[in-house]
């Protein structure tokens, strides 16, 4: 579904629904899908509506006016404000419907601490480019961008690349290292619980 300046001044009105808008191919938007089906049994699709959009609809100034980067994952609340930034997003979701089934933050400090790192390490060195302006790309970039295919304002050349393949190996390897103690007591990142920081890596990682 597109954005359409009547569905989104309906979604910005006063609702009992928050709006997610997500993106097909974005690992970004992904963590808080992955949220919706996991949060509880049979998803949270009756509690939160979802709109899938294209990446020509972030161009538009219907969706400027809900994310003024132009980027997805994108939320409406139920009080008609606007929220960006993905962990953002998946934070205040996670907090806002902490009783709607399992938790997925780690009940110490301790925990909820390691847990943040490894989205922050994420989503610094990983995810974004830590800016709007053309020319720059994250690392992740390095895998699928290219100036032949999408132009000189996303792709890069071969030292850009490589450069961006050498972050991506450290920052895999920092994380192979930190999250190895825990890899005894069960399969997430954090040991045995499924956290915020699974969803994150993820739709990263696959």
Same mark, same amino acid.
């Given at each position: 579904?597109?954005?359409?300046?009547?569905?989104?001044?309906?979604?910005?009105?006063?609702?009992?629904?928050?709006?997610?808008?997500?993106?097909?191919?974005?690992?970004?938007?992904?963590?808080?899908?992955?949220?919706?089906?996991?949060?509880?049994?049979? /998803?949270?699709? &009756?509690?939160?509506?979802?709109?899938? #959009?294209?990446?020509?609809?972030?161009?538009? @100034? +219907?969706?400027? $006016?809900?994310?003024?980067?132009?980027?997805?994952?994108?939320?409406?609340?139920?009080?008609?404000?606007?929220?960006?930034?993905?962990?953002?997003?998946?934070?205040?979701?996670?907090?806002?419907?902490?009783?709607?089934?399992?938790?997925?933050?780690?009940?110490?400090?301790? /925990?909820?601490? &390691?847990?943040?790192?490894?989205?922050? #390490?994420?989503?610094?060195?990983?995810?974004? @480019? +830590?800016?709007? $302006?053309?020319?720059?790309?994250?690392?992740?970039?390095?895998?699928?961008?290219?100036?032949?295919?999408?132009?000189?304002?996303?792709?890069?050349?071969?030292?850009?690349?490589?450069?961006?393949?050498?972050?991506?190996?450290?920052?895999?390897?920092?994380?192979?290292?930190?999250?190895?103690?825990?890899?005894?007591?069960?399969?997430?990142?954090?040991?045995?619980?499924?956290?915020?920081?699974?969803?994150?890596?993820?739709?990263?990682?696959?």
């Amino acid at each position: 579904v597109g954005v359409r300046p009547v569905a989104v001044r309906a979604a910005r009105a006063k609702s009992t629904k928050p709006v997610f808008f997500d993106m097909i191919h974005s690992n970004n938007a992904a963590r808080v899908r992955l949220w919706m089906q996991l949060k509880r049994a049979g /998803g949270m699709h &009756e509690l939160i509506e979802s709109h899938t #959009i294209t990446y020509p609809d972030l161009k538009k @100034p +219907n969706f400027a $006016a809900i994310n003024p980067l132009q980027k997805v994952p994108a939320l409406i609340r139920s009080d008609g404000a606007t929220v960006f930034e993905s962990n953002v997003i998946l934070q205040y979701l996670e907090d806002k419907y902490s009783d709607a089934g399992l938790s997925l933050k780690p009940s110490s400090p301790e /925990g909820r601490q &390691e847990m943040d790192l490894l989205i922050r #390490i994420h989503d610094l060195y990983i995810a974004s @480019p +830590n800016t709007t $302006a053309p020319g720059f790309s994250h690392s992740q970039g390095a895998m699928y961008l290219s100036t032949g295919w999408h132009g000189p304002a996303r792709g890069m050349d071969l030292p850009t690349r490589a450069a961006k393949l050498g972050e991506l190996w450290r920052q895999f390897s920092w994380l192979e290292a930190q999250v190895a103690p825990a890899a005894c007591t069960g399969p997430y990142l954090l040991g045995a619980q499924l956290t915020l920081a699974d969803l994150t890596w993820f739709p990263t990682c696959v």
